[in-house]
């Protein structure tokens, strides 16, 4: 089962920072903080993770409070083709291996 | 363009029947992860190999298999295909065993739909 809570839906206006909150409160001090996005019914796609401190690449910024309970996905300029589930996922030691186990994600809407 | 390849990417096949899906990983890339997502599940995780062992295992059915060849491609094989069954299928690789700092790239995905 994943171990994140996230909102089911969010919109954001065209131009503006979208930020998706995730909540991982029983996350273990070795698991990590994936995010990926999957538009339509296209691949996942991968945007960022992260262990204990902030991350920022190309595509986003990923916030992780100092307590690791929870962290935020930045998305400094929405665009329209940013629309898309957006998944918070705590990579876990399963039967022998660290699996991605996907929650339902929360759904962006950017807005024109 | 994740470099992770799916074929075929569109399946259309009656119940009962046999299906295989084939997968080739991102160069480099030793480990290979089936996943299923249906309208009612979500993104479900069947199965994963590295470098031709099976290494873990997630909720696949005892009528799915897959395998992982020495060139690294993988195969799930689907059989005695029931309507429930119609689902993207994607697979995805990722360069180690399942380390969790290492990335898992996923393809383009299977669309399987059993009539």
């Known amino acids: 089962d994943a171990k994140t809570t996230q909102p089911p839906s969010m919109d954001c206006a065209e131009g503006r920072a979208a930020n998706l909150p995730c909540n991982h409160s029983t996350i273990s001090g070795n698991e990590y903080v994936y995010w990926y996005r999957q538009i339509h019914s296209q691949g996942p796609q991968y945007i960022i993770h992260g262990l204990k401190n902030n991350e920022t690449n190309e595509m986003a910024s990923l916030i992780i409070t100092e307590d690791r309970k929870s962290s935020t996905l930045i998305l400094p300029h929405a665009t329209l083709r940013d629309t898309a589930v957006y998944y918070c996922?705590?990579?876990?030691?399963?039967?022998?291996?660290?699996?991605?186990?996907f929650g339902t994600g929360t759904r962006l809407t950017v807005i024109p | 363009d994740s470099g992770v390849t799916q074929t075929p990417k569109h399946l259309i096949t009656a119940t009962g029947q046999r299906v295989t899906l084939r997968c080739s990983p991102r160069?480099?890339?030793?480990?290979v992860y089936w996943y299923q997502q249906s309208l009612d599940q979500g993104l479900q995780f069947l199965i994963q190999y590295y470098n031709g062992e099976e290494r873990a295992k997630g909720n696949i059915l005892e009528r799915f298999s897959a395998q992982q060849f020495p060139d690294l491609h993988s195969e799930l094989n689907l059989s005695s295909l029931e309507l429930g069954d119609s689902a993207l299928y994607f697979c995805?690789?990722?360069?180690?065993?399942?380390?969790?700092?290492?990335?898992?790239?996923f393809g383009e995905g299977s669309w399987l739909t059993v009539v």
């Open positions: 996922i705590v990579r876990v030691y399963f039967r022998g291996a660290n699996n991605l186990f």
């Open positions: 160069s480099g890339d030793l480990s």
């Open positions: 995805a690789s990722s360069v180690g065993s399942g380390s969790p700092g290492n990335t898992i790239y």
